[in-house]
């Protein structure tokens, strides 16, 4: 099983409409979470962190933690087709230093 | 924004022969990372390197693979020799430290396909 995943596999939204991607984690070690993205042929790209409980806000992405249940989400206001890409969730624990353990992913496609 | 280089974009070799994967990380970064992202699976750690040495690695980190940053320059994994399950896209990344809360800056990915 998979020590981080994430749903839905695939999201559509129209342009200007919210998509909103979720993360869970199987493992009580993993306390710390960040979001990338990745556009087609680049590398992912840091979004944002989140490590404490509760929502973090920075501009039109919000991300939400809930410790207890290992659950984090990503919701993007007012997207952008330029919003199109593959969202990471990536966890980590307080004791592997640097090193990311990354779920598979969700796809976003904002129509216009 | 600061920006990971990687040489070849794409290799293709045979089986048993080696490779190697160049890494040109941020200029001020001193650790660098390696994550191995096989076609329709999540992207996963191979190694972090600080300091001239390995510091952690996984279990996919096999003892064919092998890294280093010679005097500075490329930070490179080599693969000798090479099998088929090390086709993958393989991704360098850096970040300035090591600390739990920093970003990691990645590559655009060296696409490896070992025939």
């Known amino acids: ?41 680049e590398g992912p790209k840091a979004l944002m962190s989140i490590f404490s409980d509760g929502d973090k806000k920075e501009g039109r992405f919000t991300a939400h933690l809930n410790k207890a249940s290992l659950h984090v989400s990503l919701h993007i206001r007012d997207s952008q087709p330029s919003d199109s890409a593959l969202y990471f969730c990536a966890a980590l624990s307080n004791s592997a230093g640097n090193k990311l353990t990354f779920g598979i992913g969700t796809r976003v496609l904002v129509r216009p | 924004g600061p920006k990971v280089l990687q040489i070849p974009s794409h290799q293709i070799i ?21 994550y191995k992202q096989i076609l329709g699976q999540q992207m996963e750690f191979l190694v972090n390197f600080y300091n001239g040495k390995v510091m952690e690695k996984s279990k ?9 940053r010679p005097d500075g320059s490329y930070f490179t994994l080599k693969i000798q020799p ?28 060296t696409k490896l396909s070992v025939l």
Not at chain 1, 8 to 34: H, I, K
Not at chain 2, 60 to 68: A, G, I, T, Y
Request: proline share 3%; with cysteine.
């Open chain 1, 1 to 41: 099983q998979q020590k981080v995943q994430q749903s839905p596999e695939s999201l559509s939204v129209p342009e200007g409409g919210m998509a909103s991607l979720n993360c869970t984690s199987s493992d009580r070690n993993f306390q710390y979470f960040w979001w990338y993205r990745q556009h087609s042929g």
């Open chain 2, 14 to 34: 045979d089986m048993g022969q080696m490779v190697t994967l160049n890494c040109d990380p941020v200029s001020n970064h001193l650790y660098f990372y390696w």
């Open chain 2, 60 to 68: 996919l980190f096999k003892d064919q693979f092998s890294v280093e």
């Open chain 2, 82 to 109: 090479t099998a088929l399950e090390d086709s993958a896209v393989y991704f360098c990344a850096s970040s300035v430290t090591g600390a739990s809360n920093e970003r990691l800056f990645f590559g655009h990915g």
